[in-house]
């Protein structure tokens, strides 16, 4: 696959990755008790991680978004 994640991108997923697992695992929000909750923002997380660490979106590829300049 294409690289199509750019740096300032990439660098915006990896921080929002780390903050969803941060809420979803460690905050101690009320709002993150319920299961859905957490568990859905530590997916979203996790896929953000990823993403950030192989710079290839699927949904981007699928819009026929670039954000990098290679």
Do not use: E, H, Q
């Not at 996790?46 to 192989?54: C, F, N, Q, T, Y």
């Amino acid at each position: 696959m294409t690289t199509n994640v750019g740096t300032l991108d990439r660098a915006l997923r990896a921080i929002l990755g780390l903050v969803l697992l941060y809420l979803a695992f460690a905050s101690g929000l009320p709002f993150f008790d319920a299961a859905l909750f957490k568990y859905g923002a530590a997916v979203i997380g996790i896929v953000m991680l990823v993403v950030a660490a192989v710079r290839v979106c699927p949904l981007y590829s699928i819009i026929g978004i670039k954000t990098c300049r290679a």
